[in-house]
């Protein structure tokens, strides 16, 4: 599997209006105070497909799905999706390219991939309780061998800060209301206004 993460000091470009908002807003989900958002954008290979992913509590086992309804289209063959979760570390265990054949849709062609475990510590990421959680923009690449059915995979992460641009188009109500952490692979999430806080100190 590779990772690979992109420099994110253009984030100052989000507009201070947007992060007091953030700021301002109780921590409450629903009544759920141990439920965060994840936010993540999804990327797929051609425009007949549709990407998705499961990912998986690696203390509860608590499986969180993927679903359209969910998301928004986000650029080229891409979706950006909200979906509230137990607050936690997760892993992702499954993905599943869909086909629209016509009308139809079809997994068929390209069987699940499904995960029991993450690979190494590195392989998860943590959801804060009481926020809005980026992931990151995910991509999973799939290739066939030659003369083989073995298929390689890899999972391509990066931090866009379009991505959180795109948050406060399509999800106003709630990029207004909670604060926005990032949470990259293997590493503790933290609040965007702490990144852009330690960001700015080593920038002087």
Excluded at 35 to 60: C, D, N, P, V, W
Excluded at 135 to 164: C, P
Aim: glycine residues 4%.
């Amino acid at each position: 599997m590779t990772i690979r993460f992109s420099t994110f000091l253009c984030l100052f470009c989000l507009s201070a209006s947007d992060l007091s908002l953030a700021e301002q807003s109780p921590y409450e989900i629903a009544g759920q105070l141990d439920h965060g958002y994840l936010l993540i954008r999804i990327l797929a290979s051609s425009s007949e497909k549709i990407a998705r992913f499961e990912f998986t509590s690696y203390g509860t086992g608590y499986v969180v799905k993927i679903r359209p309804e969910t998301c928004e289209s986000a650029g080229s063959n891409a979706r950006i999706c909200l979906v509230i979760l137990p607050s936690g570390r997760y892993f992702w265990s499954k993905y599943e390219s869909e086909y629209r054949i016509g009308l139809e849709h079809s997994t068929l062609q390209d069987p699940a991939i499904r995960r029991e475990a993450p690979s190494s510590a590195s392989d998860t990421f943590e959801i804060i309780a009481g926020a809005i959680n980026y992931i990151g923009d995910w991509e999973m690449r799939i290739r066939t061998e030659d003369f083989t059915a073995h298929r390689r995979w890899s999972v391509e992460i990066s931090q866009n800060k379009k991505t959180l641009e795109r948050l406060f188009e399509h999800f106003p109500e709630y990029a207004n209301q909670y604060e926005i952490y990032l949470s990259m692979m293997g590493k503790k999430a933290v609040s965007l206004q702490e990144f852009l806080r330690i960001v700015a100190e080593h920038s002087d």
